[in-house]
């Protein structure tokens, strides 16, 4: 049974780097025709597509987000990761790392994992 | 972007009772659209996709239909686990996630 856990700084400072890691358990990340992505919802809100690394290592990321947004994969730790630059207050979130099944929807998620940017 | 709304906010359903939730995409989506349903303190559980094929393990008496802009996911008889916030989520183009509806004890 595939299980995704997400690791990281549970507070992060505005203007600061958020740094996060999934680790896959249960298959390879690097297995042909999968995806890797992360998903993101801020308290009470609903949810926002961060984007997405392919076992190929190309990525997608929402628009909105793609100047701040680097997703990565290692495949020595069968892990990838997620860095949002210059963070500030709308960036605090439960930030869930999943895996899109062809890259479309996802059918395996994290538990999720509460980052708040604050000083 | 491509815009989901959902409808309504709030559903409010006596247990065994039908629930109708609606999605409608600013633009046609084909059956590009997925459902989740999430739970307190939950990660989202997939549903449905292709608009209307179950995921693995999701019973019977969930479904979805529609394609292009206008979408329903239908609970037939609602159990008590099914209290929960539903999401709509098109992948025609990048990922957009509509609002949630909460369907709540009536």
């Known amino acids: 049974q595939l299980q995704l856990q997400e690791s990281g700084p549970g507070l992060v400072k505005p203007s600061e780097t958020l740094s996060l890691t999934c680790t896959v358990s249960?298959?390879?990340?690097?297995?042909?025709?999968?995806?890797w992505g992360w998903i993101r919802q801020p308290p009470g809100k609903g949810l926002e597509w961060i984007g997405s690394?392919?076992?190929?290592?190309?990525?997608s990321y929402n628009p909105s987000l793609k100047s701040r947004v680097t997703i990565s994969a290692d495949t020595s730790t069968n892990q990838f990761s997620l860095k949002l630059s210059s963070v500030t207050a709308a960036d605090t979130a439960v930030y869930y790392c999943?895996?899109?099944?062809?890259?479309?929807?996802?059918?395996?998620w994290g538990q999720g994992t509460l980052v708040t940017v604050s000083s | 972007e491509i815009v989901m709304t959902q409808f309504p906010a709030t559903l409010s359903v006596s247990p065994g009772e039908r629930a109708t939730l609606s999605c409608r995409a600013s633009?046609?989506?084909?059956?590009?659209l997925a459902w989740y349903q999430q739970k307190p303190g939950q990660a989202p559980r997939l549903l449905i996709y292709?608009?209307?094929t179950r995921a693995t393990g999701i019973p019977a008496r969930f479904s979805g239909s529609g394609s292009g802009t206008e979408f329903t996911l239908t609970i037939s008889s609602l159990q008590s686990e099914d209290f929960a916030v539903y999401y709509c989520?098109?992948?025609?183009?990048?990922?957009?996630f509509g609002q949630g509806t909460k369907v709540e004890i009536k």
């Open positions: 690394i392919y076992y190929s290592g190309s990525t």
């Open positions: 989520q098109q992948y025609n183009y990048w990922w957009t």
């Open positions: 249960g298959g390879s990340i690097s297995s042909s025709s999968y995806y």
């Open positions: 633009q046609s989506v084909t059956s590009n």
């Open positions: 999943t895996r899109p099944s062809g890259g479309d929807y996802s059918d395996y």
């Open positions: 292709g608009a209307s």
